[in-house]
């Protein structure tokens, strides 16, 4: 069974030596500010300190983790990182270790998700677990359902549930999902930690202290099942245009296994709108934008399970404009250049051609067509 330990929840020190200290922290901008000497208690020494407390409380804590599975009889495969492993590089579509020592999923030049850690049980249970110091878990909640979608793609032979660990006074706990377990310990501290850091001579360090177990295997050791993110996607995108007679294939949008995908990507590209075609609908001043770029439509899939439309324009490869409505309200949002977004529209942009072409009829049509089936899903669970 996967309680908390005593040890983990008091966060008992006691059997991990020092090697929480051997870890490399993110401390500059921090340590640019302790030496400015601005106060403890400025909004932006806070931010800075508050982000390096977490960085120390998920090593703290997959420390803890690594004890607690050599222990625990139901636990047969745990995922080593940062120097508990062989150093290698980032591999493209599979598990591997990222230069930051993390477990993480990418593409050839995108990293999909990451994990704090990892484990399997002799149950075929795959656990990835997320541990933050952060007291509202909003945010964490929306990001387990991509990251649940990826692992039941890459491993459809586990069931895939998440461990969320806090601390104590974390609100919104009660809405995670049913297939994740929720831990609590007392309140952390990195002080200890960060006087280190300004001093090393503060302290002299036992050496790192490493676990020898036959459950510790390293991300290459699961074998996963192939999965190509960008060909998905255009394989998606191809699919959902293909039917005879409809402008989009509702019933492939609705199934199963295209919500798994769905979970993953967020959304799907459907196909794309003249700048003149979209003028009137997003709001376009004349000089926006060039008469020759394309709006790309996508399908986005909401936290609340409703799927609305969205438009993306790319004026450059990293300048990307994303466009949405809620209630009615248009709203413009510049997306991350260096993000995943930017490069799926890209891409997506490439692969159509001019059968993919939309008009503000078949985007009136489309949005009648979500509207009615996310009436009838809802009515079905109320």
């Given amino acids: 069974m996967l309680e908390i330990s005593k040890s983990i929840k008091t966060l008992n020190d006691s059997d991990i030596a020092d090697n929480i200290f051997h870890y490399d922290y993110n401390t500059k901008h921090l340590l640019s500010l302790i030496k400015k000497g601005i106060d403890e208690e400025d909004t932006l020494f806070l931010s800075s300190y508050r982000s390096f407390e977490g960085e120390v409380y998920e090593n703290f804590i997959y420390e803890k983790l690594l004890r607690y599975a050599v222990d625990n009889q139901s636990i047969d495969k745990f995922i080593l990182k940062g120097f508990h492993q062989n150093k290698q590089k980032a591999y493209a579509n599979t598990l591997s270790i990222s230069e930051k020592q993390q477990i993480v999923y990418r593409t050839k030049s995108r990293e999909i998700s990451e994990f704090d850690a990892m484990f399997v049980t002799k149950d075929k249970e795959l656990y990835f677990v997320e541990m933050t110091l952060v007291k509202s878990v909003l945010k964490l909640r929306k990001r387990l359902r991509k990251k649940r979608a990826l692992l039941e793609i890459i491993f459809p032979d586990y069931e895939i549930k998440a461990l969320i660990i806090l601390n104590e006074g974390a609100t919104g706990t009660k809405q995670f999902p049913s297939f994740c377990k929720v831990w609590f310990t007392k309140e952390f501290s990195a002080k200890k930690v960060l006087e280190y850091i300004r001093d090393k001579n503060s302290k002299k360090l036992e050496p790192i202290q490493k676990l020898k177990s036959t459950k510790m295997i390293e991300t290459h050791n699961l074998k996963i099942y192939p999965f190509r993110y960008y060909n998905t996607m255009s394989w998606i995108t191809r699919t959902i245009r293909a039917h005879k007679k409809h402008i989009l294939d509702i019933n492939f949008l609705m199934q199963d296994a295209t919500q798994r995908y769905h979970d993953l990507y967020n959304k799907f590209y459907i196909g794309y709108l003249s700048i003149q075609s979209a003028k009137s609908l997003l709001k376009l001043q004349e000089d926006d934008y060039d008469e020759k770029q394309r709006v790309v439509v996508a399908v986005e899939k909401k936290y609340s399970d409703e799927i609305v439309l969205t438009y993306y324009i790319q004026k450059t490869r990293k300048h990307l404009h994303l466009y949405s409505f ?40 489309i949005k009648k067509l979500l509207k009615e089936r996310h009436l009838r899903e809802k009515s079905k669970t109320s």
């Fill in 326 to 365: 809620d209630k009615d309200v248009l709203s413009k949002e510049k997306k991350d250049p260096y993000g995943i977004t930017v490069t799926e529209v890209f891409h997506i942009n490439k692969m159509m051609d001019d059968s993919y072409e939309l008009n503000m009829q078949n985007i009136k049509v």
